[in-house]
């Protein structure tokens, strides 16, 4: 199988490309879509984690269009695990301490050259590192389609402005 969908699909009697969508990014694979007048074709090719290996995974699907009952496209907006933002605040709460501790002589910092700076520049540093770990949220453009007896194809996309066009143009085309 090529890397390039165009020469692994055959084009039917009376079948036409409406669109080529040749460089959509995934989430750790890349994800190339063709529409036809009779079918949608997705190729994903990316790694993945299989019996403790990291492969490399190719996949083809192909919809067709009378079949898709429904079709959807979302910005999907996931928070860091409860457990991260427990360690996050940690890190926020104990820096602010340490950082009020040495201010006030309570504890006793060590002493090296330009102490008095590198000490509170650390201190922030992990308060930045906590806020982060705390309120870091990652943005995912979902796509799915579902077709026949609950065949769903769903892809998981970067948020960039070309893959937000290519599915606006692809619910143009159903809708």
């Known amino acids: 199988m090529k890397d390039n969908i165009n020469k692994n699909i ?46 490399t995974k190719r996949g083809m699907t192909e919809v067709e269009l009378k079949s898709i009952n429904h079709m959807e496209y979302f910005l999907e907006f996931v928070k860091n695990s409860f457990f991260v933002r427990l360690l996050g605040f940690v890190f926020m709460i104990s820096a602010v301490i ?3 501790g040495i201010f006030q002589d309570i504890l006793a ?10 000490n509170y520049a650390a201190l ?35 948020p960039t ?9 692809l619910a143009s085309r159903f809708y």
Not at 127 to 153: D, H, P
Not at 162 to 169: P, S, T
């Open 109 to 118: 910092a060590p002493v090296y050259p330009y102490s008095q700076y590198l």
């Open 98 to 100: 340490l950082g009020y």
């Open 124 to 158: 922030g540093l992990t308060f930045i590192i906590g806020t982060i770990l705390m309120f870091r949220v990652k943005k995912v453009l979902s796509f799915k389609v579902v077709s026949g007896f609950n065949l769903a194809t769903e892809l998981k996309l970067m």
């Open 10 to 55: 055959t084009i039917g009697v009376g079948e036409e490309v409406y669109k080529d969508f040749p460089k959509l990014k995934g989430r750790d694979y890349v994800c190339q879509v063709v529409l036809t007048n009779k079918r949608l074709i997705i190729y994903t090719k990316g790694n993945s984690i299989s019996s403790n290996r990291k492969i």
């Open 161 to 169: 402005k070309y893959n937000e066009l290519a599915l606006q143009y």
